[in-house]
């Protein structure tokens, strides 16, 4: 138990086992909600949030905030239906939707970077580039009746018991795993978190901060387009005013699932179950059927406070474990000499 309460992984476990008793309550309480379905709804509703939240974690881990998460999906929407209006083949539209998002990543990152300027107020002012961007395409909601788009958004993968997911969840979980190897498996996901870590502790090191720093930004500019990409085949629209206020969720999905706002901790894998507590409740108060959808928000504020609380407690008593060992260390030396 000892070793459950001082393991790195705490916040995530709680996370997920916040997950499973929020799932089973209602399955006890409301027939038809223990479903294989029900639980496959929630990557299928949320496939653009997985996605999207992923590239938000990665930039939160280096200490930093990607606010123009929510702007991007919606400016990729506008781009991929006006494209497609005009003819021009999804073979085209998707990869330069994707391109768009990664340059417009890379030179938020850029400009944190080369200018020290503060990542929240580069990516707001990304977010307001690319939110009115949106409106000099079309002040007007965008249908797609594309032939491939409407595949894409009808083709459902078949489970035994009649249950099914969508492509977009296909392509959310590919997304993850190549998250979860680049996060934990490689020498720039080791990088990233010591930028989190301390910044100039890295840069003594020798670690390549600057281009680590203006990747991550790009990275999380590829996620959050992609996350548009799905977004407008789940819609099969594109709309100024799509995902207004998405940042917030992706950001709170992150915290949720065990990643610290002051860098240096995360887990990629918790920011799943962040992404899918948020979508549960949103299940659970459709289920309930009198409250207002606007609980939601009042829920996930309150969950947020409560990890923010404990991410809190659990980071003093690392650095109360760290300082009693030193103190020890200190006294041995001492009684040596």
Not at 229 to 246: D, N, Q
């Amino acid at each position: 138990m000892k070793n459950i309460l001082s393991s790195k992984y705490l916040s995530v476990i709680i996370t997920v086992l916040l997950f499973i008793i929020a799932f089973a309550i209602p399955s006890i309480i409301y027939p038809g909600f223990f479903s294989m379905q029900v639980f496959f709804n929630l990557f299928i509703d949320n496939a653009f949030l997985i996605v999207t939240a992923i590239g938000v974690t990665f930039v939160i881990i280096t200490g930093g905030i990607d606010l123009s998460v929510g702007a991007m999906i919606a400016f990729t929407s506008m781009v991929i239906a006006s494209l497609l209006e005009k003819g021009i083949s999804p073979v085209i539209v998707i990869p330069f939707a994707l391109l768009l998002g990664t340059l417009a990543g890379l030179m938020m990152g850029f400009l944190i970077e080369h200018f020290k300027i503060q990542p929240f107020i580069a990516t707001l002012a990304g977010m307001f580039f690319l939110r009115g961007s949106c409106f000099l395409i079309s002040i007007q909601s965008i249908p797609i009746n594309d032939p491939f788009f409407k595949t894409l958004s009808h083709t459902r993968i078949s489970f035994p018991g009649g249950a099914y997911i969508s492509i977009s969840v296909v392509i959310s979980l590919i997304i993850l795993g190549v998250a979860i190897y680049l996060a934990h498996y490689t020498r720039y996901g080791r990088v990233l978190y010591a930028i989190g870590g301390n910044e100039e502790s890295a840069k003594l090191m020798g670690l390549p901060v600057g281009r680590a720093k203006i990747m991550v930004y790009g990275f999380s500019g590829f996620c959050s387009s992609l996350g548009g990409v799905l977004f407008t085949i789940y819609m099969l629209s594109g709309y100024g005013l799509h995902t207004s206020g998405l940042e917030l969720d992706a950001i709170a999905s992150a915290v949720i699932g065990g990643t610290l706002l002051s860098g240096g901790t995360g887990y990629v894998f918790g920011t799943l179950f962040g992404v899918l507590i948020q979508g549960l409740i949103q299940v659970i108060i459709m289920f309930q059927g009198t409250l207002s959808s606007w609980w939601t928000k009042i829920f996930v504020g309150i969950l947020l406070f409560v990890f923010i609380v404990l991410q809190r407690l659990i980071t003093a008593h690392r650095e109360e474990q760290k300082a009693s060992s030193k103190r020890l260390e200190t006294s041995k030396q001492t009684a040596a000499v």
